[in-house]
């Protein structure tokens, strides 16, 4: 049995009427307890939970480089409906430490600052930290066989002070300088970690919230 399936990115010709009864006949069949989504905005959402409304997860890309669906709504939207939120390339498929681009440049000057101010081991850390603090309570995404880049992973839940430092609009500023400054609301196993993928939340146990009670 299946714990959870996420539907992957939208089909615009799919019918939600179809995915409704599909995920209807999952469920009673016993293959899958619950659903999510990969890639969907809010009206995409809005359209699927008319006829199916048990979506628990939307996976959509979140990273301090990438601030694209705390802008288009997605992070409220989620807040509003209950639904968790998984954020992939938390660290932008390593652009932010990488490329030279100004707006990745101005970022890594503001995550240097933020870094050295709290003491933290490294600018990814620091990244995580970023999604952690907000409301919506992301759940990164980290895939790497560097154990260095899981134990980054684990001090961002491991340091406190990290998650309610005020980051979010030292971080936002510094990729578009002319925001206005509001406050928007593994250890490693070496050679043998191999495609390894954790899933950051904040309190141990079931990551999906509101399903507690059932589990």
Not at 18 to 34: N, T
Not at 80 to 106: C, D
Request: charged residues 20%.
């Amino acid at each position: 049995r299946q714990y959870l399936f996420l539907l992957h990115r939208i089909d615009h010709l799919a019918d939600p009427r179809g995915i409704a009864q599909a995920f209807s006949e999952l469920r009673q069949q016993g293959k899958v307890r619950y659903f999510g989504v990969s890639n969907y905005q809010p009206v995409h959402l809005e359209m699927l939970r008319a006829f199916w409304p048990e979506i628990v997860v939307d996976q959509l890309r979140f990273s301090p480089y990438d601030l694209e669906n705390f802008e288009n709504g997605s992070a409220f939207y989620a807040m509003q409906h209950g639904i968790r939120l998984m954020a992939y390339s938390p660290v932008s498929k390593g652009k932010i430490f990488r490329e030279q681009s100004e707006k990745a440049q101005r970022l890594r000057a503001a995550l240097e600052r933020v870094r050295a101010e709290l003491g933290a081991p490294s600018l990814d850390t620091i990244c995580y930290s970023f999604l952690l603090r907000h409301p919506a309570r992301l759940m990164p995404i980290v895939g790497t066989t560097n154990p260095e880049r899981m134990r980054s992973a684990l001090a961002a839940v491991s340091y406190p002070r990290f998650q309610i430092h005020p980051s979010l609009t030292v971080i936002r500023h510094s990729i578009n300088p002319h925001f206005s400054g509001r406050k928007t609301a593994a250890p490693g196993h070496g050679a043998a970690v191999c495609c390894y993928i954790m899933v950051l939340y904040r309190n141990s146990g079931n990551p999906f919230g509101r399903l507690d009670a059932e589990i």
